[in-house]
């Protein structure tokens, strides 16, 4: 179930919702097994998203990267 | 939106009470890594008979210890190389650095990971975006780089927002100076000492830098960002606007950054950080309006964990209202107005090298200046203030060394300050944190001569 708070309580805006889905497909694509070059990719975007998803206050998380 | 003078609207404009609540829910959160992550931290935590439970909102922070720099220090000693501070082990990591410190005995060594890398480079963005830096700008670093972590962030962070980056690293002053003029730069980072000392060069090359293209300065590393005269110098020197940033190795990055409002102080960047104000002798918090030492716990760093961290800063807080840019984040006044431990106690008078230098600054025929204390005959300790003198002011030197006595005398409850000016080229110059206190009391023999 997508979060539909963010952690003060406030409703997430619709773009708010759309940048933590993304974020968590990312966070899910980490434990695959993918070529070095998609496991670096990915690791240098999950991160660069989390400041996103951090400095907006839409979760807890923090990625393993 | 994108037109927007904040970096993060959301958090830059929460009103108060919800910024509190945000700082307690990730001082919760903080609390929890540290100790499930840093066997330092769990040992200091469990010392201190307190645990994460323990803290549920930002008014439980005091019940946390402090953590010490020596104590940091004596870990790291005793768990070469990195410590039991660090949370991640070095397959973890990305980067390592060091300490540069204007105190210490040997550097603290920090890992990074890739989630912290862009975290440091974010707090840099609130900076940058907040004095009005865009992308577009042309931002050039006067900084060697290497283990010291000083610009590094601001590199990151500038490249993010889509400035072209201009590194420097292994390049003369001269050197430096024609290519910000070359690739016409609009934004000049540096100490401020050294921007001074760019300042000086570009005279002598005789580049016209306030009709230059550089039109904003940050500087970071020394107090002197905030010292109003200081500033002056350097705003008349380059033609620019100047704004002040400071950080620490400790965190990795910065915690304040000056808006361009510029309200004589700096934001607290307080939705990534608690500053608390203490009084240095007793722990106890001090209020708004008065100095003591910062304390400062950082949410965004998972290899180095970092909870109620004294500083050793001297600064004072004051509430965001004193700003009119809208941020609610508070300021201090200032910025840093020092350290706790820079103070010198000459003949029972407390000397600290701040004032003087905000006096010494006030002075434009004052080019570089050293603080010198040395024993004469072996029991009486004297301070006198070297001044190499700007080309053009030696006619007048005699009176202007007289005044500047007097100013310095005047703000140093009557303690007699000698003046002597230096040989043009002779006290040293600096790029990063500048020494310029010499202390020789402890010297035999050591004289003013």
């Given at each position: 179930?997508?979060?539909?708070?963010?952690?003060?309580?406030?409703?997430?805006?619709?773009?708010?919702?759309?940048?933590?889905?993304?974020?968590?497909?990312?966070?899910?694509?980490?434990?695959?097994?993918?070529?070095?070059?998609?496991?670096?990719?990915?690791?240098?975007?999950?991160?660069?998203?989390?400041?996103?998803?951090?400095?907006?206050?839409?979760?807890?998380?923090?990625?393993?990267? | 939106?994108?037109?927007?003078?904040?970096?993060?609207?959301?958090?830059?404009?929460?009103?108060?009470?919800?910024?509190?609540?945000?700082?307690?829910?990730?001082?919760?959160?903080?609390?929890?890594?540290?100790?499930?992550?840093?066997?330092?931290?769990?040992?200091?935590?469990?010392?201190?008979?307190?645990?994460?439970?323990?803290?549920?909102?930002?008014?439980?922070?005091?019940?946390?210890?402090?953590?010490?720099?020596?104590?940091?220090?004596?870990?790291?000693?005793?768990?070469?190389?990195?410590?039991?501070?660090?949370?991640?082990?070095?397959?973890?990591?990305?980067?390592?650095?060091?300490?540069?410190?204007?105190?210490?005995?040997?550097?603290?060594?920090?890992?990074?990971?890739?989630?912290?890398?862009?975290?440091?480079?974010?707090?840099?963005?609130?900076?940058?975006?907040?004095?009005?830096?865009?992308?577009?700008?042309?931002?050039?670093?006067?900084?060697?780089?290497?283990?010291?972590?000083?610009?590094?962030?601001?590199?990151?962070?500038?490249?993010?927002?889509?400035?072209?980056?201009?590194?420097?690293?292994?390049?003369?002053?001269?050197?430096?100076?024609?290519?910000?003029?070359?690739?016409?730069?609009?934004?000049?980072?540096?100490?401020?000492?050294?921007?001074?000392?760019?300042?000086?060069?570009?005279?002598?090359?005789?580049?016209?830098?306030?009709?230059?293209?550089?039109?904003?300065?940050?500087?970071?590393?020394?107090?002197?960002?905030?010292?109003?005269?200081?500033?002056?110098?350097?705003?008349?020197?380059?033609?620019?606007?100047?704004?002040?940033?400071?950080?620490?190795?400790?965190?990795?990055?910065?915690?304040?950054?000056?808006?361009?409002?510029?309200?004589?102080?700096?934001?607290?960047?307080?939705?990534?950080?608690?500053?608390?104000?203490?009084?240095?002798?007793?722990?106890?918090?001090?209020?708004?309006?008065?100095?003591?030492?910062?304390?400062?716990?950082?949410?965004?760093?998972?290899?180095?964990?970092?909870?109620?961290?004294?500083?050793?800063?001297?600064?004072?807080?004051?509430?965001?209202?004193?700003?009119?840019?809208?941020?609610?984040?508070?300021?201090?006044?200032?910025?840093?107005?020092?350290?706790?431990?820079?103070?010198?106690?000459?003949?029972?008078?407390n000397v600290y090298p701040r004032a003087i230098e905000a006096i010494v600054?006030?002075?434009?025929?004052?080019?570089?200046?050293?603080?010198?204390?040395?024993?004469?005959?072996?029991?009486?300790?004297?301070?006198?203030?070297?001044?190499?003198?700007?080309?053009?002011?030696?006619?007048?030197?005699?009176?202007?060394?007289?005044?500047?006595?007097?100013?310095?005398?005047?703000?140093?409850?009557?303690?007699?300050?000698?003046?002597?000016?230096?040989?043009?080229?002779?006290?040293?110059?600096?790029?990063?944190?500048?020494?310029?206190?010499?202390?020789?009391?402890?010297?035999?023999?050591?004289?003013?001569?």
């Amino acid at each position: 179930m997508p979060d539909a708070t963010d952690i003060l309580g406030n409703p997430l805006t619709e773009a708010e919702q759309k940048l933590l889905a993304a974020y968590r497909t990312l966070e899910s694509l980490s434990g695959e097994e993918l070529a070095p070059t998609a496991k670096a990719g990915v690791a240098e975007a999950t991160a660069c998203l989390w400041q996103v998803i951090n400095n907006l206050g839409l979760t807890d998380d923090r990625p393993a990267c | 939106m994108s037109g927007s003078p904040y970096w993060n609207p959301k958090t830059e404009t929460l009103p108060k009470d919800q910024l509190r609540a945000l700082q307690g829910h990730r001082l919760k959160k903080a609390v929890e890594r540290a100790y499930h992550t840093s066997a330092f931290h769990k040992a200091l935590f469990d010392d201190a008979g307190v645990g994460p439970d323990d803290i549920q909102s930002v008014d439980d922070i005091v019940r946390l210890p402090f953590t010490t720099r020596d104590a940091w220090m004596d870990n790291q000693a005793a768990n070469a190389p990195f410590g039991e501070m660090c949370a991640v082990t070095p397959d973890e990591a990305i980067r390592y650095h060091t300490t540069s410190g204007t105190s210490g005995r040997t550097p603290l060594r920090v890992l990074d990971t890739r989630t912290d890398w862009k975290w440091v480079s974010e707090m840099w963005c609130y900076g940058f975006h907040g004095f009005g830096v865009r992308p577009g700008d042309r931002v050039f670093f006067a900084f060697s780089y290497g283990t010291f972590i000083g610009f590094w962030g601001a590199h990151y962070g500038t490249e993010k927002m889509g400035c072209l980056v201009l590194p420097s690293g292994n390049m003369n002053t001269p050197n430096r100076v024609e290519l910000i003029r070359e690739l016409e730069a609009t934004v000049v980072c540096a100490t401020p000492t050294y921007a001074l000392r760019l300042g000086q060069e570009a005279e002598n090359l005789g580049i016209d830098l306030p009709n230059s293209s550089v039109k904003r300065l940050i500087l970071s590393g020394e107090p002197a960002g905030s010292i109003p005269a200081s500033k002056k110098m350097v705003e008349e020197q380059w033609g620019a606007k100047a704004a002040d940033t400071a950080g620490m190795t400790e965190i990795g990055t910065i915690m304040m950054f000056e808006c361009e409002q510029q309200p004589g102080g700096t934001h607290i960047i307080e939705d990534h950080f608690i500053e608390e104000v203490i009084n240095p002798e007793t722990g106890e918090p001090v209020d708004y309006g008065e100095q003591g030492e910062r304390v400062v716990t950082s949410f965004g760093r998972s290899a180095i964990p970092l909870v109620r961290y004294r500083s050793r800063d001297l600064v004072m807080k004051v509430p965001h209202t004193g700003c009119s840019c809208g941020r609610t984040f508070d300021i201090y006044d200032g910025g840093i107005r020092g350290r706790v431990d820079d103070m010198l106690l000459v003949r029972g008078t407390n000397v600290y090298p701040r004032a003087i230098e905000a006096i010494v600054r006030e002075y434009p025929a004052v080019d570089e200046f050293q603080i010198y204390l040395w024993t004469k005959d072996g029991i009486r300790d004297e301070i006198a203030v070297r001044c190499e003198v700007r080309p053009g002011f030696g006619d007048q030197w005699s009176g202007i060394a007289k005044q500047l006595q007097s100013d310095l005398s005047h703000n140093t409850e009557g303690l007699g300050i000698h003046v002597q000016q230096a040989e043009a080229g002779s006290l040293p110059r600096f790029e990063l944190k500048a020494k310029r206190v010499l202390d020789e009391r402890h010297v035999k023999g050591a004289s003013h001569a």
